[in-house]
């Protein structure tokens, strides 16, 4: 047990009068209290914030200016001030004026959720992660991970290596590597490229080498081959005689029926998935030979037959890709749509988990995903969770259509995703980041300042389009923020920076200074919604954050003003520049 008397507080000048925090207290609470005294005939600093504060009145009388309104105040007296107020607290008695100040900081807003599942692609391990990978997904999931842990709420980023896919054994193959020793390699590659870019996961599945998760997936399929959700039939699929293999994914080379451009079965152009037989020109992308077809049992899901358990969802397609407007349009055309779940194994090469049947079938990769994301939703949201998914638009078909719509003829009660963030393609030098023809910038190797590549990187984000990574573009502006921080940092040492306080205005309505209060509240305010709402470009971060260090670069602002400014500006560049907000907060506490 402790104890102390606030009359023995190291008392320190701010907002114009002399403020302590209470002591033994986590500055990362929720509830913020500060002790406040106002000597006789003096006055706070006219201001307001996004916080919403409490007043209680200790000792002394004054008046409390808020908005057009004036109160007397005395001892005992609660004041309640609103978010975004403008309001003033003045001294008119022979005693100091002492009060407690109670606020909510800034980072704690209204929300209707306990807890945050934020969940992304699993990257391929057919190669390590490059720059427009990171770009996408697994940036803006850091982003919000690190903005809601700054409002105390509990949040999980869940991730993994896409194990089963078969790029990773046509790689593996090409290079002469054994197939697990590669995988192992390029799971290592891609947690680097994580750790050197600032990405934090808490967990990262590895489907190949988990035992519960290989069984969910199984338990999962029976459960949908019972109720009849998946079904058996005899279809014409390609294959390649000559390499002795199935064609499909990564094995096909083919075109895709509705945009003709290339396609293996989910198209980069348009997004359609489709069966393998329906693509055209179909040939073999290892011999290149056009494909011969056989007859075989596979099974499948009609998606078609099962998308108005999506439709009757009215919030689940809000915000949706232009794109993937225009396939949900598209796909109302059809009377029904078959995709791949379950086929053959055709040769001894093939890996993935098989069916618990005596005909084994190789279980396709986007199945077993829907699987695993059912067990997740099951482990890891209730009502009260944001779930919120993160993916690129080459696979945006499986994650908006095909898994929840598997899921829910399965659970029509079952948590989906809150809210699915979906990028398009961030091309390098003009040509698309490409692992196949090692155009890229590699995640782990490159020798950039991951604080600033971050920064460049959401500015660039292929929100809704692609966008293009220039590297000169990008060596320019590193030198011009670099050269910008390092200002920052020397103006924003208060020891060395000490500026005249301005006299403020008498005149409650025309302070000059409150047109600085007011663009900060705004800014602060746009930060938060674009974080919250996840509606507005998230690239409008990076023009937040510009515009509030402009602000403090380039104003002659108070010393109170330059500590709100500081203040601010630590919880914004924590979530969007890690490193560089720990090393302020560092050098000027």
């Known amino acids: 047990m402790t104890s102390s008397h606030w009359n023995q507080i190291d008392f320190k000048k701010a907002y114009n009068i002399l403020c302590a925090q209470v002591p033994g207290l986590n500055p990362q609470k929720s509830l913020t209290p500060t002790f406040c005294k106002v000597k006789k005939d003096e006055e706070t600093l006219l201001h307001s914030h996004y916080e919403k504060e409490i007043f209680y009145v200790i000792s002394g009388r004054g008046i409390f200016l808020i908005n057009q309104d004036q109160l007397e105040v005395t001892a005992g007296e609660l004041i309640h001030i609103p978010s975004h107020s403008p309001h003033q607290l003045k001294n008119f008695s022979e005693e100091d004026l002492v009060f407690i100040s109670i606020y909510v900081p800034q980072e704690e807003v209204d929300i209707n959720f306990t807890k945050v599942f934020i969940t992304t692609a699993p990257p391929t391990p057919n190669g390590p992660l490059h720059l427009g990978h990171i770009s996408g997904p697994y940036l803006v999931a850091d982003i919000l991970k690190r903005y809601y842990q700054q409002l105390n709420i509990s949040v999980l980023h869940l991730s993994g290596t896409d194990d089963h896919q078969n790029y990773v054994e046509i790689k593996a193959l090409k290079n002469q590597e054994n197939i697990n020793i590669f995988l192992n390699n390029r799971r290592s590659q891609i947690l680097l490229g994580f750790e050197k870019n600032q990405i934090e996961v808490d967990h990262f599945q590895h489907p190949s080498q988990e035992n519960l998760y290989q069984e969910q997936v199984k338990t999962f399929f029976n459960q949908a081959r019972d109720r009849n959700i998946i079904e058996t039939c005899e279809v014409s699929m390609p294959i390649c005689n000559f390499c002795d293999h199935l064609l499909v994914d990564g094995l096909v080379e083919a075109t895709c029926p509705h945009c003709l451009a290339p396609s293996s079965g989910c198209c980069e152009n348009c997004g359609l998935v489709v069966m393998p037989a329906e693509l055209k020109q179909i040939s073999c992308s290892q011999c290149h030979r056009s494909a011969d077809f056989k007859k075989m049992p596979v099974m499948t899901f009609d998606l078609k037959k099962n998308l108005h358990l999506l439709l009757e969802k009215s919030s689940f397609y809000k915000n949706l890709p232009q794109k993937m407007q225009n396939l949900l349009i598209y796909l109302g055309k059809f009377k029904n749509k078959k995709l791949l779940i379950a086929y053959p194994q055709f040769s001894k090469k093939q890996r993935g988990i098989k069916t618990p049947d005596e005909d084994q079938l190789i279980i396709h990769v986007w199945f077993e995903m829907a699987a695993n994301y059912y067990y997740l939703s099951q482990q890891h949201t209730n009502k009260k969770t944001l779930w919120i998914h993160n993916c690129g638009i080459d696979n945006a078909f499986y994650y908006l259509f095909f898994i929840p719509a598997l899921c829910l003829a399965l659970d029509k009660d079952i948590n989906l995703p809150s809210q699915y963030l979906i990028n398009d393609f961030l091309f390098l030098n003009g040509k698309k980041f490409s692992t196949s023809r090692n155009h890229a910038i590699w995640a782990h190797e490159h ?60 005149n409650f309505y025309s302070n000059p200074r409150e047109t600085f209060l007011q ?39 108070t010393p109170e003003e330059l500590n709100l400014a500081q203040k601010n500006l630590r919880f914004c560049l924590s979530p969007l520049m890690p490193e560089f907000s720990r090393k302020m907060t560092k050098e000027l506490l």
Request: with cysteine; proline share 2%.
């Open 519 to 557: 663009r900060w509240d705004k800014w602060l305010h746009d930060f938060h919604q674009c974080l919250l709402s996840m509606n507005k470009d998230f690239r409008y971060l990076s023009k937040l954050i510009e515009f509030m260090i402009d602000e403090t670069l380039h104003q002659n602002l």
């Open 447 to 506: 020798l950039f300042d991951s604080d600033l590549l971050r920064l460049y990187l959401l500015s660039h984000r292929p929100e809704y389009q692609t966008t293009n990574f220039e590297v000169a573009d990008y060596l320019y502006f590193e030198k011009k923020w670099k050269k910008k921080l390092a200002l920052l940092k020397e103006k924003l040492d208060l020891e060395k920076n000490q500026y005249p306080l301005e006299k403020q205005s008498s």
